[in-house]
């Protein structure tokens, strides 16, 4: 029983970790700053406000909701 108890509080052993592919995460990473630079111009497109996450009308608008 002690000799899982490391691995229950974090301290697992290195060879028990798997090998981090950081080319695959950086691909990644890219990945997700191109669509976000994609969807960032779209928004600015269509009339957002630069501060969107502050704006209940205009995303009410988004939803055809009434504010």
Known sequence: M???VAGVFGEARADQTAP???KAL???IGELALEN???EGALTKAG????????VGWKAGL???KR
Do not use: N
């Open 20 to 22: 981090v592919d950081l």
């Open 48 to 55: 957002a406000p630069p501060d969107r996450s502050s704006s």
């Open 63 to 65: 939803l055809s909701v």
């Open 37 to 39: 630079d994609f969807l």
């Open 2 to 4: 002690q000799e899982g």
């Open 26 to 28: 950086h691909a990644k």
